[in-house]
Every structure is written in C-alpha cells, then in structure tokens.
C-alpha cells in the first residue's frame, strides 16, 4: 500500500502563497496519475487539480490560472504550489494517486490544512 503524507499548509492572507507537498513512499509517478482534492468544512471532497503519466494538467475552474500542479520523480514527491489564496481556498488539501487523476485508488492521508483568513 502506499503511504501519501502532506505537508505544507497553513495560515495565510489573502492573495498569499503556499506550496503543497505530497510525499509517496514508493515512486508512483510513472505508474499512476496524481491528483490533490480539498475538502472545505461541511463540504464534499472534491477534486483540485490533475496531472497524467504523460506531464497534462487539469484544474477545476475555481483554481485555473491561480495553482499548478507538479511533480518530481527522483524526490516522489507531488507539489500544487498555490497562489493568490482566497478565503474560498481554506480546506484540507489532501493528495491521492489512481489510472485516472479523478478516480482515486489510495487511501486518504491526514491532508494539510490550508485556511485563508485576514
């Protein structure tokens, strides 16, 4: 089973920056799409941004242009760098891997807590 751990969150002004982390404990990028999903408070999880085996990306239309999306395979680790943060951001921000970046295969990590506030 592979272990997902992410990291990076935190408490931010709006229109601040963070970057995600997601540390896998195997390396899985060649194999799997990735995918980083939130969930905000009394909300469903829903998914953020994806990205192939191949390197395509796709955003939820809240984030386009706003967050991206990458990864490196030699440190397996997944990034989704976030900028111009909103209030509408703040959730957990959780990672997860499966043959398509929208039908995850992995079981849930703690996430990383993102809350936008001024």
């Known amino acids: 089973q592979v272990q997902l751990v992410e990291s990076g969150g935190g408490l931010v002004q709006p229109g601040n920056s963070l970057r995600l982390s997601c540390a896998a404990s195997?390396?899985?990028?060649?194999?799997?799409?990735m995918g980083w999903y939130r969930q905000a408070p009394g909300q469903q999880r829903e998914l953020v941004a994806g990205i192939t085996i191949g390197g395509s990306t796709n955003y939820v239309d809240s984030v386009k242009g706003r967050f991206t999306i990458s990864g490196d395979t030699a440190k397996k680790t997944l990034y989704l760098q976030t900028n111009r943060l909103s209030p509408g951001d703040t959730a957990v921000y959780y990672c997860?891997?499966?043959?398509?970046?929208?039908?995850?295969?992995?079981?849930w990590g703690q996430g990383t807590q993102v809350t936008v506030s001024s």
């Open positions: 195997v390396s899985i990028f060649s194999i799997y799409a």
């Open positions: 997860n891997y499966g043959n398509r970046y929208d039908r995850p295969l992995g079981s």
